[in-house]
């Protein structure tokens, strides 16, 4: 039991601000995807390139 307290006490402090962290930074996060997105679109017909075809390789992860 005390070991348990000893650990919450060293680690508590940083689990809590990288709870707070991430749940701050999720919107953002989400944003940043959804422009990555529309960025792969964009430059995907820039280039002659299918947007599905372009949509495929992305979510492969061959980029």
């Known amino acids: 039991m005390?070991?348990?307290l000893r650990l919450a006490a060293n680690f508590g402090f940083p689990m809590?601000?990288?709870f707070y962290l991430l749940v701050r930074l999720e919107p953002?996060?989400?944003e940043?995807?959804?422009s990555i997105a529309l960025l792969t679109v964009v430059v995907a017909r820039?280039?002659?390139v299918d947007?599905?075809?372009a949509r495929q390789i992305v979510d492969a992860g061959e980029v």
């Open 28 to 30: 953002v996060i989400r």
């Open 16 to 18: 809590v601000i990288a």
């Open 2 to 4: 005390e070991e348990l």
């Open 51 to 53: 947007v599905h075809e």
């Open 46 to 48: 820039q280039g002659g």
């Open 32 to 34: 940043l995807q959804k």
